[in-house]
């Protein structure tokens, strides 16, 4: 850029986008300078090597707001777990967690695990499960219908609501 271009001579193009053929550095970048833009090279790999005559702090303004756009949310799975004995202030805490992952428009996957004796009040943990469906039914909707898993996991699949 400018000065820093030390080959001569040159392909120069105008900021218009008009071919002014070849020229000498020093001439190319007096013209530039008289126009208040700067002498861009564009193609260093061409012989000769081609450059532009631009305004380049306008063009790097616009590349990095390009670049910085509005970044997307990645949707996560976020997974939940609960034993059948979980007590109602803890299932409580667990669908505040759950609310606030689906309010950042992330799905969460509710597990009540089982463990030894446990497994034979499968029942408990199903309805545990319909239990917190229902108080978040206001912000999420059901994708997987609850469901035991492997014997020893009953679970829930749930997504945000599109508001």
Do not use: W
Request: proline letters at 4%; one cysteine or more.
């Amino acid at each position: 850029m400018n000065e820093r271009i030390r080959i001569s001579p040159i392909r120069v193009v105008s900021a218009t986008g008009e071919m002014l053929g070849e020229m000498e550095t020093a001439i190319a970048l007096r013209m530039a300078q008289d126009e208040g833009l700067d002498l861009v090279e564009v193609s260093p790999d061409a012989r000769p090597p081609v450059c532009r005559i631009m305004n380049y702090g306008k063009v790097l303004y616009e590349r990095t707001k390009k670049s910085g756009g509005p970044k997307q949310h990645k949707t996560q799975l976020k997974q939940l777990r609960l034993r059948a004995k979980t007590g109602q202030h803890d299932i409580d805490t667990k669908v505040r967690q759950a609310r606030d992952f689906l309010s950042r428009k992330d799905k969460v996957k509710i597990n009540v695990m089982f463990k030894g004796r446990e497994n034979a009040h499968h029942e408990r943990g199903m309805e545990m499960l319909i239990e917190i469906v229902k108080m978040l039914e206001d912000v999420a909707a059901v994708e997987q219908q609850p469901k035991m898993e492997n014997g020893k996991t009953a679970s829930v699949l749930l997504t945000p609501l599109k508001h």
